[in-house]
C-alpha cells in the first residue's frame, strides 16, 4: 500500500491534484515539491487567498490537509527519498531551441527530475508521469533511472491529468475517468494497481482505466486534440456565419442537439488560449512527422492555423470598423485570462490580440478580475515584440471595470467571466467616446439589450 507521495513540481496540475488526493486519502502524506521558492511559499501562505493558483473551491481543500498530511517543500530530496510513489508534474514546454524547435515538447525538466530520483533513490519507487508527454517518454526515463540510479527497482506509469482550468476541483472530485498506463509484466501490474488503489478511494472502480505505457500517453495528447479540433470546427463555422446571414450559436446548438455531436466545446471564440492545447498539438505534429506522416500532421496543424487565424481575424476586425485606424484610440480589454475562472494567462488570446493592436499604435486598457498587471507586461514582454518600456507605455491595467471602461472607444471582451454580464453597461456607455463599440470575443453579452443602449455590438458568429 502507497503511504507516502511525491509530487515534483507545484503548479497548476501538481497543487490542485495533490491536494485533493490528500484530502480524500488522508493516511498517505503528501509533498508538493517544487525548486521555485516562491510558488512553495505562496502554497503554504496562511492567508488562503494568497496561494499561486486560483481555482474555485480549492482553497477551501487546500486547508482541510495543508500540514496535517499536505505539505508543500523545496527541499526535493528529502521528498524523494521518503515517498513510495513520486509523480512527475513538471513543466513540458514546446521548445525555443535546436531541432524540433516551435514544435516539440522540451524534456530537460522530466531529465533533471528522473536523475534527481535516480541519485536519491534509496529504495524501490513507483514514478508516474503526470506531466503531459510524447509517446514513448517512459522508454527514456525508465533507461536514464535504471541506469544512473543506486540499483534500486523503478516501475514508471503513465497517470496524465485530464483536469481543465477554472474547473480542477470538481474535475479531480468527479473525473470523467482516471487512465493509468503501465508495463505488461507482474511488476508493471503491481504497480498499476497500487496507483488503482490510491484513486479507488474516491473514484468509482469502472472510471479508473488501465492500458498499456503508450496508449495511455496519446490517448493523453489525442484527447486535447479532438478537443482544441471542435473549437477550431466551430470557429471556422463562425467566419462563414458573419458572411451568410446564419448565426453561429444558432449552428453550434442545432449540431449539438445531435447525441453523436453532442453540446459540448462548441463555443465560437476569439480562439482558444492555455498552455497546453496548441503546445500539445504541436507535439502530435511534430511525432507524427517524425514518423513520416505528413498527412496526419498536416491535418492537425490545420487545428492551430485555424486559432491562429481567428485571434488575427478579431484584432483586425477592431482596427477596419474603427475606420481602418486604432492609432492613439483606448480600446478597453474586459479579460485577460485565457479563459474564466482561472488567473492563468498563458497562450491567452488577448496576449495576441493586445500585441496586434499595439502594433497599431493603439492604447490598451485591461481589467481582469484576477490577473495583475505585471503579468500582462511579462505577457507581452515574452513576445519580444518591443521594448518593455513600449509595452508599458502602451497599456494601462485598472482595479475597477468602470475605470478601465471611462473614455474608451471601444470594449474588446477576451474572458467569459461571469460578472461581465451583470455590469450596469448603461453607466459604462454613457461614460465612454461615442460612437461606443463593444467586440464581444465570447459571446458573452445580451445582444439586443447592449444594441438597445446604444452600443454598436459585434460577436463572433452573426
Ligand atoms: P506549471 O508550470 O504550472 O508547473 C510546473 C512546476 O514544475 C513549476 O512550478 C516549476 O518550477 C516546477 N519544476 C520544473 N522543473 C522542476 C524540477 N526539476 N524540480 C522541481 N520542480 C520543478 O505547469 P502545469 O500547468 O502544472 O503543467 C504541468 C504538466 O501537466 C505539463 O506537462 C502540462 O502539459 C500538464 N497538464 C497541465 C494542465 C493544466 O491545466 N495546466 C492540465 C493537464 C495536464
Ligand atoms: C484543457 C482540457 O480541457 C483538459 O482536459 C486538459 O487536461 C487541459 O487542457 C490540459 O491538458 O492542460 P484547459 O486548457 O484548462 O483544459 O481549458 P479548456 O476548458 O479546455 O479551454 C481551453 C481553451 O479553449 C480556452 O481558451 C477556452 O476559452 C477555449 N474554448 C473552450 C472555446 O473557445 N470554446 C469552447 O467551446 C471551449
Same mark, same amino acid.
Given at each position: 500500500?502507497?503511504?507516502?507521495? =511525491? ?16 484530502? *480524500?486519502?488522508?493516511?498517505? *502524506? ?7 521558492? %516562491? ?78 530520483? /535516480? ?16 509517446? !514513448? ?39 470523467? !475517468? ?28 469502472? %472510471? ?128 485577460? /485570462?485565457? *479563459? ?56 494601462? =491595467? ?65
Amino acid at each position: 500500500m502507497i503511504k507516502n507521495i =511525491c509530487c515534483i513540481g507545484a503548479g497548476y496540475v501538481g497543487g490542485p491534484t495533490m491536494a485533493v488526493i490528500a484530502a *480524500k486519502c488522508p493516511n498517505i *502524506k503528501v509533498t508538493v515539491v517544487d525548486l521555485n521558492q %516562491k510558488r512553495i511559499a505562496d502554497w503554504n501562505d496562511q492567508n488562503i487567498d494568497n496561494i499561486p493558483v486560483y481555482e474555485p473551491g480549492l482553497g477551501e481543500i487546500v486547508l482541510e490537509s495543508r500540514n496535517k498530511n499536505l505539505f508543500f517543500s523545496t527541499n526535493v530530496d528529502e521528498a524523494i527519498d521518503e515517498a513510495d510513489l513520486i509523480f512527475i508534474s513538471v513543466n513540458t514546454p514546446t521548445k525555443t531551441y535546436g531541432s524540433g524547435k516551435g514544435m516539440a515538447a522540451d524534456l530537460k525538466y522530466i531529465e533533471l527530475c528522473a536523475r534527481q530520483i /535516480a541519485r536519491v533513490a534509496k529504495n524501490d519507487k513507483i514514478v508516474v508521469e503526470k506531466s503531459t508527454l510524447p509517446v !514513448r517518454t517512459a522508454e527514456a526515463i525508465k533507461s536514464i533511472l535504471d541506469n544512473t540510479g543506486n540499483g534500486v527497482q523503478f516501475q514508471i506509469l503513465s497517470n496524465p491529468e485530464f483536469l481543465a482550468e477554472g474547473t480542477a476541483v470538481t474535475d479531480l472530485l468527479n473525473p470523467d !475517468r482516471v487512465l493509468i498506463g503501465g508495463e505488461n509484466s507482474v511488476e508493471g501490474q503491481k504497480a498499476i494497481q497500487k496507483l488503482v488503489d490510491v484513486y479507488a478511494n474516491w473514484v468509482e472502480r469502472d %472510471k479508473i482505466l488501465t492500458t498499456n505505457v503508450w496508449s495511455s500517453e496519446l490517448s493523453k495528447l489525442t484527447a486535447n486534440a479532438f478537443l482544441a479540433q471542435r473549437v477550431s470546427s466551430i470557429n471556422a463555422i463562425s467566419e462563414l456565419c458573419e458572411k451568410t446571414g446564419a448565426n453561429v450559436n444558432e449552428v453550434a446548438k442545432a449540431i449539438g442537439m445531435d447525441s453523436r455531436i453532442g453540446p459540448k466545446f462548441l463555443k465560437a471564440s476569439v480562439g482558444f488560449g492555455g498552455s497546453c492545447f496548441q503546445k500539445d498539438i504541436l507535439n502530435l505534429v511534430y511525432i507524427a512527422k517524425s514518423f513520416g506522416l505528413n498527412e496526419v500532421a498536416d491535418y492537425w496543424e490545420q487545428v492551430i492555423i485555424m486559432n491562429d487565424h481567428q485571434k488575427r481575424r478579431f484584432s483586425r476586425n477592431i482596427v477596419k470598423t474603427l475606420y481602418n485606424t486604432v492609432a492613439d484610440k483606448k480600446i478597453t480589454f474586459l479579460g485577460w /485570462a485565457f *479563459k474564466k475562472d482561472t488567473n492563468d494567462t498563458r497562450e491567452s488570446a488577448a496576449i495576441y490580440v493586445a500585441d496586434d493592436l499595439i502594433n497599431e499604435q493603439a492604447r490598451i486598457a485591461v481589467y481582469d478580475p484576477k490577473v495583475e498587471s505585471n503579468q500582462i507586461q511579462t505577457d507581452l514582454n515574452y513576445l519580444e515584440s518591443r521594448s518593455a518600456s513600449e509595452n508599458e507605455k502602451a497599456t494601462k =491595467c485598472f482595479d475597477n471595470p468602470y475605470d478601465a471602461c471611462k473614455d474608451a472607444h471601444a470594449i474588446a471582451i477576451l474572458t467569459e467571466w461571469d460578472e461581465f454580464k451583470t455590469y450596469d453597461w448603461q453607466k459604462i456607455y454613457d461614460n465612454m467616446l461615442k460612437p461606443a463599440f463593444v467586440f464581444d470575443g465570447r459571446n458573452l453579452l445580451d445582444a439586443s439589450k447592449i444594441k438597445e443602449i446604444g452600443f454598436i455590438y459585434q460577436s463572433i458568429g452573426s
